[in-house]
Nanobody, 124 residues
């Protein structure tokens, strides 16, 4: 069974940075694709960034500001978030599945494993 634990959330001012971590355990073949999602109050959950082998996926609103990376030795996926904006405020979740599939990388129904989430709050 795959388990995912997020950490690194917090409160910063606009323009600041945070780095989120998603520590994974369990069968590696079940978590080749890892995606960060977020859900803001009153809004639907959305995909933010994904990683699958050498592939990287980003939502348009975070391109150039967020960077997803992984440390296989540590079984951890990171989301480096720079130049944060108030609209980035949300609960951030990491999710995993066997493979990311191109344009459908952020389809939530495809993900079997989810973390508990970490709060990110950006003040103006």
């Amino acid at each position: 069974q795959v388990q995912l634990v997020e950490s690194g959330g917090g409160s910063v001012q606009a323009g600041g940075s945070l780095r989120l971590s998603c520590a994974a355990s369990g069968p590696t073949d079940s978590r080749n694709c890892v995606v960060w999602f977020r859900q803001a109050p009153g809004r639907e959950r959305e995909g933010v960034a994904g990683i699958y082998g050498r592939e990287r996926y980003y939502q348009a609103s975070v391109k150039g500001r967020f960077t997803i990376s992984e440390d296989n030795a540590m079984n951890t996926v990171y989301l480096q978030m720079d130049n944060l904006k108030p609209e980035d405020t949300a609960i951030y979740y990491c999710a995993a599945r066997i493979a990311c599939i191109g344009d459908h990388w952020a389809r939530q129904e495809n993900f079997s494993y989810w973390g508990q989430g970490t709060q990110v709050s950006i003040s103006s």
